[in-house]
C-alpha cells in the first residue's frame, strides 16, 4: 500500500501561481505512473496531468501552458506548478498514482489510478 499526501493548496487570486506537492510513502514502486486530477462541486473528476513511466507527460487542454507537472523519484514526491491561475480552476486536488508502466497519454484519458490521496483545496477568486 501507498499513502500519498498532498500539499500546498490554498486560495489566489486569478493571475496568481501554486505549487502542489505529493509525497508517496509505504510501496513506493506503486508510483511507477503519476497524476494531479481535480474534481469542483457538480463537476466531474477530470486528470489535469500526468506523468508515466517512461517519464511521459500530458495535460489537459485547459491547463496547457500553465501547468507544470514533474517528480523527484529520489524524494518520492511529485509536484504540480500552476501558473496564471483562473476562477475556473478552483477544486479539490488530488495526487493519485500507479504502479502501471504506462504513458502519460493513458492517464490522462483513463484516470485509471489505484492510489489516491486525500486531496487539497485550490481556490482562485476572480
Known amino acids: 500500500q501507498v499513502r500519498l499526501v498532498e500539499s500546498g493548496g490554498g486560495s489566489v487570486q486569478a493571475g496568481g501561481s501554486l505549487r502542489l506537492s505529493c509525497v508517496a510513502s509505504g510501496d513506493t514502486y506503486r508510483t511507477n505512473s503519476m497524476g494531479w486530477v481535480r474534481q469542483a462541486p457538480g463537476k466531474q473528476r477530470e486528470v489535469v496531468a500526468a506523468?508515466?513511466?517512461?517519464?511521459?507527460?500530458g495535460y489537459e487542454d485547459s491547463v496547457k501552458g500553465r501547468f507544470t507537472i514533474s517528480r523527484d523519484k529520489a524524494e518520492n514526491t511529485l509536484y504540480l506548478e500552476m501558473n496564471n491561475l483562473r476562477p475556473e480552476d478552483t477544486a479539490m486536488y488530488y495526487c493519485?498514482?500507479?504502479?502501471?508502466?504506462?504513458?502519460?497519454?493513458?492517464?490522462?484519458?483513463?484516470?485509471?489510478?489505484?492510489?489516491w490521496g486525500q486531496g487539497t483545496q485550490v481556490t482562485v477568486s476572480s
Open positions: 493519485a498514482a500507479d504502479e502501471g508502466r504506462l504513458k502519460a497519454a493513458y492517464f490522462l484519458v483513463s484516470g485509471r489510478f489505484r492510489s
Open positions: 506523468i508515466g513511466s517512461d517519464d511521459s507527460t
